[in-house]
């Protein structure tokens, strides 16, 4: 079974600081993706990455930045938290090639309250 | 620019009846056609897909059905059960990733 993990399931952290959310792959993706969920809104991709340094934009880059060091690892980092950044994290992942195209596997959020 | 919507946010039925969720979407460039469900405080789950090749692709109680003319997507779920209660998100995919804004569905007992 493929395992996507969060390294919080809840979080709080005050205006300005600086947060860092991981997100864990066991199953060698090479894709990986980190949304937000906002009610009325769906999810809407903040940024993605096909390869291990590699990173593309999403819908909704801004105030966001991200890392992928290590293939199994992607983190989202909110440089000066702010409390509209306030939501619900999903990261997901997927295969590069093969299996049902752009089937992601999601981890089970992160709730951040900005306050 | 909104590409996709699922202009229905809730939707109510009663266990054995059939639910119909709907997706737009306005981009004929998208080839894959993907629903997730999701649980509250659980990530989304892939429940079913289809190809820009095929109009109908059915698995167990779960049927998903592509009209490219209307640019109009829908998941039949027949006959609907209570534990089928989530938001369901439509993900419209292709070089960009799209997905839906949900609709929830209640089915009651």
């Known amino acids: 079974d493929v395992k996507v993990t969060q390294s919080s399931r809840y979080l709080v952290k005050r205006t300005g600081e600086k947060v860092f959310l991981e997100c864990v792959q066991d199953?060698?993706?090479?894709?990986m993706f980190w949304y937000r969920q906002d009610p009325g809104l769906g999810l809407r991709l903040i940024y993605f990455?096909?390869?291990?340094?590699?990173?593309e934009k999403g819908d909704i880059p801004e105030g966001y930045s991200v890392s992928r060091e290590k293939k199994e690892r992607f983190s989202l980092i909110l440089e000066s938290a702010s409390t509209n950044q306030t939501s619900m994290y999903l990261c997901?992942?997927?295969f590069g090639g093969g299996g049902t195209p752009y089937e992601q596997y999601f981890g089970p959020g992160t709730r951040l309250t900005v306050t | 620019d909104q590409q996709v919507k699922q202009n229905s946010p809730s939707l109510s039925v009663q266990e054995g009846r059939i639910s119909i969720l709907n997706c737009d979407y306005t981009?004929?460039?998208?080839?894959?056609f993907l629903w997730y469900k999701k649980y509250p405080a659980e990530g989304p789950t892939f429940l079913i897909s289809?190809?820009?090749?095929?109009d109908k692709n059915e698995d167990g109680r779960f049927t998903v059905f592509l009209n490219k003319s209307a640019k109009h997507l829908s998941l039949h779920i027949v006959p609907s059960q209570p534990g089928d209660s989530a938001v369901y998100f439509c993900?419209?995919?292709?070089?960009?990733?799209?997905f839906g804004e949900g609709t929830q569905l209640t089915v009651n007992p």
């Open positions: 997901a992942s997927s």
């Open positions: 199953m060698d993706h090479e894709n």
């Open positions: 990455s096909y390869d291990v340094k590699m990173k």
């Open positions: 981009n004929s460039m998208f080839d894959y």
């Open positions: 289809i190809s820009s090749i095929k």
């Open positions: 993900d419209i995919s292709g070089s960009r990733l799209t």
